[in-house]
């Protein structure tokens, strides 16, 4: 895609008014709230920006005046999502990793993306939306882009000695399993979702413990680059 047609598809997802009110930021909150219980209840394929407006109580008119499509809503919802993960992952990387066991690491690491799951209506489709719709793609590029460069991070004030191919191979194994497993964590209940949680820490750990004194791993010339 040429940087012409990026920038196309990108002032098509730019909400109509940045709201900087407070009346405006509160409608904007609103929509994008409204949005995700909507996402859970019927799902991406019946989401309207009809049925959006009739549950604000607002006609669609008085909707675009704020997102000019139902792409852009959910484009401003992921980012929103993204900012939160961003929130998450800084504050971890504030704490004393150097002096932290891997053990506490990993349990550190999930709790607080377990709170930004659990803080965003609407994710599974939401993230479904990120993944296969063009227009919202660049998403979740970024998400991927933003675990992983944290967590190559951490992982280095973690001791972690391998070279930088095989700390992003660790990085990508760490983030597409999390990010598997916590969108059942977040869909489950009670016991069920605290032993998923569990298992997934277990699971990491187990991975990141085997991995992390290594400095030139078995075979390391066949791995491919980032």
């Not at 609407?122 to 993944?131: E, F, H, K, T, Y």
Request: charged share 25%; with cysteine; proline share 4%.
């Amino acid at each position: 895609m040429s940087n012409i047609e990026q920038r196309k598809r990108k002032s098509q997802l730019a909400p109509r008014r940045a709201p900087v009110q407070a009346r405006a930021r509160e409608r904007t909150r609103q929509i994008l709230d409204t949005t995700g219980r909507l996402l859970e209840e019927v799902g991406l394929n019946d989401l309207t920006t009809i049925l959006i407006a009739r549950e604000l109580g607002v006609s669609v008119g008085s909707l675009y005046h704020y997102f000019p499509n139902k792409h852009a809503i959910l484009y401003a919802m992921g980012e929103q999502w993204l900012t939160s993960m961003t929130t998450a992952l800084e504050a971890l990387a504030d704490c004393e990793l150097e002096l932290m066991p891997l053990e506490q690491f990993v349990q550190e690491l999930l709790d607080r993306l377990v709170a930004v799951y659990r803080e965003q209506q609407g994710l599974l489709p939401l993230v479904q939306a990120m993944w296969g719709i063009p227009e919202l793609h660049e998403l979740d590029e970024r998400h991927d882009e933003l675990v992983i460069n944290h967590l190559i991070a951490m992982f280095r004030r973690l001791d972690f000695l391998c070279p930088p191919n095989e700390l992003n191979r660790l990085a990508r194994a760490t983030l597409e399993s999390c990010h598997a497993l916590l969108l059942v964590v977040v869909n489950q209940c009670g016991v069920r979702s605290a032993r998923t949680q569990e298992d997934l820490q277990a699971m990491l750990l187990t991975l990141l413990s085997r991995h992390r004194r290594e400095r030139r791993p078995a075979g390391l010339d066949d791995v491919e680059s980032p």
